[in-house]
Antibody, heavy 122, light 106 residues
């Protein structure tokens, strides 16, 4: 069974930093692109970042470009999101998401973790 | 950026009825559209990709149709577990989500 377990969500002050992690199991992790998608409380979904299966290619939403960094460790089946210069509008549940197919970054979000809550507030 | 508009915002129906949800793109996305279901306190679940292909394990009462700018998710004979929020998303040009349609019990 595919599993994605996020961790690292917390309350942080504006301008602060946070690192989210996602541990994957139940599928060949190094074959799939991975994503982070967020959802502000009571709101819709917003793509945040993607990383190719080999980690060589990354993509970011304009709203986080230059502040967030996505990395992956295929030897340990982990993907992380380093977040800096956090703003109140970054407050959201952050989901770790597996690409649907083994075919690069296609933005077909096949399997979602339960999410981790990031709150940015003073 | 391609804008995705879902309608209606809320759909109130009874179990056993058919639900018809619409999603409109501001420009053509071909067949590059997916539908997700989200229940309270849970992550989204992929239902349909490629506009009309059911994901693994999704019941046959869920069907997707459309291409270009107009898409429809149909749920035949609503079951109690189908009352949820549904999102569409295009992946033809970058990625954008619709605002969602809530299907609630009438």
């Amino acid at each position: 069974e595919e599993q994605l377990v996020e961790s690292g969500g917390d309350l942080v002050r504006p301008g602060g930093s946070l690192r989210l992690s996602c541990s994957a199991s139940g599928f060949p992790f190094n074959y799939y692109a991975m994503h982070w998608v967020r959802q502000a409380p009571g709101q819709g979904l917003e793509f945040v970042s993607a990383i190719s299966s080999d980690g060589e290619s990354t993509k970011y939403a304009d709203s986080v470009k230059g502040r967030f960094t996505i990395i992956r460790d295929n030897s340990n089946n982990m993907v992380s999101l380093q977040m800096t210069s956090l703003r109140p509008e970054d407050t959201a549940v952050y989901y770790c998401v597996k690409e649907l197919k083994v075919r690069g970054v296609m933005f077909q979000f096949g399997h979602w973790g339960q999410g981790t809550l990031v709150t940015v507030s003073s | 950026e391609i804008a995705m508009t879902q309608s209606p915002a809320t759909l109130s129906l009874s179990p056993g009825e058919r639900a018809t949800l619409s999603c409109r793109a501001s420009e053509s996305v071909g067949n590059d559209l997916v539908w997700y279901q989200q229940k309270p306190g849970q992550p989204p679940r992929l239902l349909i990709y490629g506009a009309s292909i059911r994901a693994a394990g999704i019941p046959a009462r869920f069907s997707g149709s459309g291409s270009g700018t107009e898409f429809t998710l149909t749920i035949n004979s609503l079951q109690s577990e189908d009352f949820a929020v549904y999102f569409c998303q295009q992946y033809n040009n970058w990625v954008t989500f619709g605002g969602g349609t809530k299907v609630d019990i009438k």
